[in-house]
């Protein structure tokens, strides 16, 4: 029973993070068509969701090569 509230509210927590991180990406892309040379501002986005997008860069990379080391392995085995 304890599980499954945590867990539910895990999943709840993840949905707005993800939520909130779409929200100031929109809110930043918005700032920066009105000023595009206003720096004062511009890296709100990355300051306050640095490891979620680390994390994101990292899954890409380890995604990236994860296919190229398949399909080396496949096109070597024909």
Same mark, same amino acid.
């Given at each position: 029973?304890? +599980? ?10 993840? #949905?707005? $993070?993800?939520?909130? %991180?779409?929200?100031? /990406?929109?809110? #930043? ?15 709100? $986005? ?5 490891? +979620? %997008?680390?994390?994101? /860069? /990292? !899954? %890409?990379?380890? %995604?990236? $090569?994860?296919?190229? !080391?398949? +399909? *080396?392995?496949? *096109?070597?085995?024909?």
């Amino acid at each position: 029973m304890a +599980g499954e509230a945590s867990e539910a509210h895990a999943h709840s927590t993840a #949905e707005d $993070l993800v939520v909130e %991180l779409y929200k100031d /990406f929109e809110h #930043e892309v918005a700032r920066e068509v009105h000023s595009p040379h206003d720096s004062s501002q511009s890296d709100v $986005l990355v300051r306050k969701h640095i490891n +979620g %997008l680390a994390i994101t /860069f /990292f !899954i %890409l990379i380890a %995604l990236s $090569l994860s296919a190229a !080391i398949v +399909g *080396y392995a496949i *096109y070597t085995r024909h």
